[in-house]
């Protein structure tokens, strides 16, 4: 559906209206519709505190990191759920996200939450980063 034109009198910087949806904004929640994840191709409930998911297999990193991987989304959301980062919380409700295999996974919660997948995954904390990245800078 067309993405209803918004003006914001305010906004500096980029413009004062905004005629389609953000890049970033993975989420369109508008008169029910459905998340439509960006790097998921299964993304489903399996009970009410486990998400299963499933990665799109032409997801790759730049700089010759290879794919992205589901031991990159263990390690991006376990990563800020133990850390200082301003959007730690968002991550309060997960307890751990287990690997099936390169592309596959499982989110555990710690209690069931359905907003978890609306205030945590399309936000900051919910960005996967490349855990060979990660750990060739440290």
């Known amino acids: 559906r067309p993405f209803p034109q918004i003006n914001l009198p305010d906004r500096q910087w980029p413009s004062q209206t905004i005629t389609k949806a953000p890049r970033w904004l993975s989420t369109d929640m508008r008169d029910g519709n459905q998340i439509t994840p960006y790097a998921a191709k299964v993304f489903e409930w399996k009970d009410p505190k486990t998400i299963a998911f499933t990665l799109h297999d032409y997801l790759t ?15 991006s959301f376990e990563r800020i759920k133990g ?51 990660v750990e060739n800078c440290l």
């Open 83 to 133: 850390s200082d980062s301003a959007w730690a919380y968002q991550f309060e409700k997960l307890d751990n996200v287990e690997v099936i295999d390169q592309h596959s996974g499982l989110i555990h919660l710690k209690e069931p939450f359905k907003p978890f997948i609306y205030i945590s995954l399309p936000y900051y904390g919910g960005h996967i980063v490349c855990k060979a990245a």
């Open 61 to 75: 990193w730049n700089n010759g990191f290879g794919p992205v991987t589901a031991e990159d989304v263990k390690f």
